[in-house]
């Protein structure tokens, strides 16, 4: 009862202060991801990329933040809000009135109640946490910064020494909330990482409490590794290690299976979910890479064609095997992915205004017979076309004039989709 009483209390309550939290918050928030995110963060870099300028973005560490979040403080802020005394006072009593104990080798403490941290197993703890920690984006004047819970990245672009000096200035605002808010930054395991496609970087020191922060040249962001140059190799080779790997396990572990759709629904859950995490970020264009990816689903494809046949047949074609299971290609899956995420952008399935604000309309000057939807973008840099946004607009395009991409349900929209593109 006391699960459905507090998902209850989540619902109204998010209902109410849902426009108050800030659009640079991703995390827990209905219609936003880690896709949203990271997007956001992608779009900033090529932006900078093309006008030849450079993009500092500096990665954060709290230490045990979701456990240091004072009640004092909480309970205040929400007032500050608008919340009324009742409900301050039930959260109070929520978040007080708990019993709380260590248990370790075996042995267990006495009881006693804590006077900080908000519980992460629970539906209020992650909401009470980012309206905590949502009057942090107001203290930046001069840099941006985009929020995954705790997970805060601090950027802005580099033309002179002037705006190193502007980002440093932010970062000192935001050691300076820390202190206040009782929050602790773990400096160690914070880092800044330029993206540029210059000879010759700014490469500014920057230092939070006079510690100085280390530069590196990748960071895993959300489960995604980036790279100064917005390659994604670093990202791509061990996501494939780890593939190959799962699916490794997965054979050893069916020998004695023999439904196909049992091996299928396994392969989709442990193997092929990896390989798409967030892949509108990193979506290769290099046949290289596309081929590297896809050879994970060839070899499960041919531990199919063994389990239905008895033996192994390497003379099949993958176009063949693809077609004898109806499994789809995982390029053409991306595809079908990066047209989906932008359908859902535009009817508001997701809910980011930063993301819908970068997305241009074709509006011509003449009727055009063959016009597409959205502008054709070109470019001499291999990186513009790796780009979702302009990779959506050339897919899209292709196939404009059958789809009503305003109206469509997002069942026939996808099913469509992949009718127009690959039959």
């Not at 998902?7 to 800030?22: D, E, P, Y």
């Not at 450079?54 to 230490?63: A, G, H, K, R």
């Not at 053409?332 to 399935?349: A, P, Q, T």
């Not at 017979?369 to 946004?389: A, C, E, H, M």
Request: with cysteine.
């Amino acid at each position: 009862m006391s699960k459905i009483f507090e998902s209850i209390i989540h619902k109204r309550l998010f209902r109410q202060v849902k426009n108050l939290i800030s659009p640079s918050q991703h995390g827990f928030i209905p219609k936003r991801s880690t896709a949203t995110n990271l997007f956001c963060l992608t779009n900033k870099i090529i932006s900078s990329f093309q006008i030849g300028s450079q993009l500092d973005v500096i990665y954060t560490d709290f230490s045990k933040a979701f456990d240091s979040i004072d009640f004092g403080f909480l309970l205040n802020k929400l007032h500050g809000l608008g919340f009324h005394v009742n409900l301050t006072d039930w959260l109070h009593s929520y978040l007080c009135n708990r019993s709380l104990y260590v248990y370790f080798n075996n042995a267990v403490s006495r009881e006693f109640s804590g006077t900080s941290g908000v519980p992460q197993d629970s539906n209020l703890g992650p909401l009470l946490f980012i309206l905590f920690i949502n009057d942090l984006t107001s203290v930046f004047k001069y840099s941006e910064c985009l929020l995954f819970a705790d997970d805060l990245k601090l950027f802005s672009s580099m033309n002179s020494n002037l705006d190193a000096v502007l980002l440093q200035s932010d970062l000192d605002c935001l050691f300076e909330w820390c202190t206040v808010n009782k929050l602790h930054l773990n400096i160690e395991k914070c880092s800044i990482l330029s993206y540029t496609r210059k000879s010759q970087p700014l490469n500014h020191v920057y230092k939070i409490n006079d510690l100085v922060l280390s530069r590196s040249d990748s960071v895993t962001d959300l489960g995604i590794i980036f790279d100064t140059k917005l390659d994604f190799s670093q990202h791509i080779n061990p996501m494939v290690s780890k593939a190959y790997r799962r699916l490794g396990i997965l054979k050893r572990k069916t020998k004695e299976f023999s439904s196909e759709i049992a091996l299928k629904v396994l392969y989709y859950a442990h193997v092929r979910s990896s390989l798409e995490y967030c892949s509108i970020i990193w979506d290769p264009i290099y046949r290289n890479k596309i081929e590297i990816i896809e050879r994970i689903q060839n070899n499960f494809l041919r531990y199919l064609l063994y389990k239905k046949n008895g033996i192994y047949l390497q003379d099949v074609s993958s176009s063949c095997l693809r077609d004898m299971f109806n499994i789809l290609s995982l390029c053409s899956r991306r595809d079908v992915s990066c047209v989906l995420f932008f359908y859902k952008v535009i009817n508001g399935s997701i809910d980011c205004t930063d993301i819908l604000s970068a997305i241009n309309f074709a509006v011509p000057a003449r009727s055009l017979r063959n016009q597409g939807s959205f502008p054709n973008v070109y470019s001499r840099f291999k990186y513009i076309d790796r780009f979702s946004l302009y990779k959506f607009y050339k897919t899209f395009n292709k196939i404009s004039g059958e789809l009503d991409i305003y109206h469509m349900s997002p069942t026939v929209f996808k099913s469509n989709c992949f009718q127009l593109l690959y039959t």
